[in-house]
T-cell receptor
Framework: EDQVTQSPEALRLQEGESSSLNCSYT??????LFWYRQDPGKGPEFLFT???AGEEKEKERLKATLTKKESFLHITAPKPEDSATYLC???????????FGTGTRLLVSP | GAVVSQHPSWVICKSGTSVKIECRSL??????MFWYRQFPKQSLMLMAT?????????EQGVEKDKFLINHASLTLSTLTVTSAHPEDSSFYIC????????????FGPGTRLTVT
């Protein structure tokens, strides 16, 4: 059974304090690993897709990396507007559906 | 691009009534749409997968007679919660995959259902 575990559950940072979020996964075959951002009361917003170990993608202050067992979302010099829940999901090669982790709630204080 | 809308954004209904939620892909054709449910401070749980013109595939534990899904066109899927009860109160979110790559799921803004 595919599983996704995210840590920490919650993270509080000061503005400018860089950190990383972790997503550990277990799948029989990885078709893709996805990162989404979700604001309260809204649907998830797509950030990145990673397909193979060693791949990296960047968008503004965010950088996602992938190994065979986990992915990291690095946040460099975060701003208060980066506060949100960050969700990680995997898609198994055998199924056209996403399995989500429970997310990391990030709060960035000014 | 890849915008998905939902209507309504929130709805309150009485126990025993039915509620329909629409999910539309605004700027692309979606061969596949998904319906999720999310309880407070929990992650998204897939309810069903629908492909245009065919019956939806429901996840284990989801009552297909209670949650009716219709994917009538390449831009519209509907979820009808029949005979709603308070325990059906939740945040319902749809997503869609563009017909031609990439295959990332793009999510709608969600619908908050409250059953009284």
């Amino acid at each position: 059974e595919d599983q996704v575990t995210q840590s920490p559950e919650a993270l509080r940072l000061q503005e400018g304090e860089s950190s990383s979020l972790n997503c550990s996964y277990t799948v029989s075959g990885l078709r893709g690993l996805f990162w989404y951002r979700q604001d309260p009361g809204k649907g998830p917003e797509f950030l990145f897709t990673l397909y193979s170990a060693g791949e990296e993608k960047e968008k503004e202050r965010l950088k996602a990396t992938l190994t065979k067992k986990e992915s990291f979302l690095h946040i460099t010099a975060p701003k208060p507007e980066d506060s949100a829940t960050y969700l990680c999901a995997v898609e198994d090669t055998g199924f056209q559906k996403l399995v989500f982790g429970t997310g990391t709630r990030l709060l960035v204080s000014p | 691009g890849a915008v998905v809308s939902q209507h309504p954004s929130w709805v309150i209904c009485k126990s025993g009534t039915s509620v329909k939620i629409e999910c539309r892909s605004l700027d692309f054709q979606a061969t596949t749409m998904f319906w999720y449910r999310q309880f407070p401070k929990q992650s998204l749980m897939l309810m069903a997968t629908s492909n245009e013109g065919s019956k939806a595939t429901y996840e284990q534990g989801v009552e297909k007679d209670k949650f009716l899904i219709n994917h009538a066109s390449l831009t519209l899927s509907t979820l009808t919660v029949t005979s709603a009860h308070p325990e059906d109160s939740s945040f319902y979110i749809c997503s869609a995959i563009p017909g031609r790559g990439p295959y990332e799921q793009y999510f709608g803004p969600g619908t908050r259902l409250t059953v009284t």
